[in-house]
Antibody
Framework: QVQLVESGGGVVQPGRSLRLSCAAS????????MFWVRQAPGKGLEWVAV????????YYTDSVKGRFTISRDNSKNTLYLQMNSLRAEDTAVYYC???????????????WGQGTTVTVSS | QSALTQPPSASGSPGQSVTISCTGT?????????VSWYQQHPGKGPKVMIY???KRPSGVPDRFSGSKSGNTASLTVSGLQAEDEADYYC??????????FGGGTKLTVL
């Protein structure tokens, strides 16, 4: 079945780095745009980053630009999120999700993982 | 860009209908027919219930329907059932490869 499984979360000190992974199965990963979406404790959903199916384009929400990098390895059916210079406000559950494509962009998510928790604290 | 506006809570009795609104601007909800709705149960990942304003993915009951008028989108759940109790989030494409989410609505089945 279609499945996304995130890993790599944990507790990290402010200013440090962490890399999240998302293993995809049950669909053609190399044809799918992918998102990272996060949810701070008790809060709503926030789009973090999106990457095109072939890795040719990537976009970020303003609060993570210059600190986070989304990437993918289509040979391994795996999505990544490299998070540098982490801040307390990055504390959240991070979900990977498959993108739904509009004309020339991805506008929403039709398959979600269960999430991995990132806690930034000293 | 600000988040889309949703009521924090909504409720209804089993069998009743409830509608949740999602208000944005002409730059997001009003400008694109790319509004989606997601259901999230506690401790779980979200599940898409409606996409492109009113389309239902395979497997989603037809009790769930979506619509849009101007800058406001709506999700209606008819024939409420206990398992519909969850948080619901709307999202909209907002141009320039941005996606906006609403703040979420907690639906309680009385």
């Amino acid at each position: 079945q279609v499945q996304l499984v995130e890993s790599g979360g944990g507790v990290v000190q402010p200013g440090r780095s962490l890399r999240l992974s998302c293993a995809a199965s049950g669909f053609t990963f190399s044809r799918s745009g992918m998102f990272w979406v996060r949810q701070a404790p008790g809060k709503g959903l926030e789009w973090v980053a999106v990457i095109w199916y072939d890795g040719s384009q990537e976009y970020y929400t303003d609060s993570v630009k210059g600190r986070f990098t989304i990437s993918r390895d289509n040979s391994k059916n795996t999505l990544y999120l490299q998070m540098n210079s982490l801040r307390a406000e990055d504390t959240a559950v991070y979900y990977c999700a498959r993108g739904m494509r509009g004309n020339t962009y991805y506008y929403g998510m039709d398959v979600w993982g269960q999430g991995t928790t990132v806690t930034v604290s000293s | 860009q600000s988040a889309l506006t949703q009521p924090p809570s909504a409720s209804g009795s089993p069998g009743q209908s409830v509608t949740i609104s999602c208000t944005g601007t002409s730059s997001d909800v009003g400008g694109y027919n790319y509004v989606s709705w997601y259901q999230q149960h506690p401790g779980k990942g979200p599940k898409v219930m409606i996409y492109e304003v009113s389309k239902r993915p395979s497997g989603v009951p037809d009790r769930f329907s979506g619509s849009k008028s101007g800058n406001t989108a709506s999700l209606t759940v008819s024939g409420l059932q206990a398992e519909d109790e969850a948080d619901y989030y709307c999202s909209s494409y907002a141009g320039s490869n941005n996606v906006l989410f609403g703040g979420g609505t907690k639906l309680t089945v009385l």
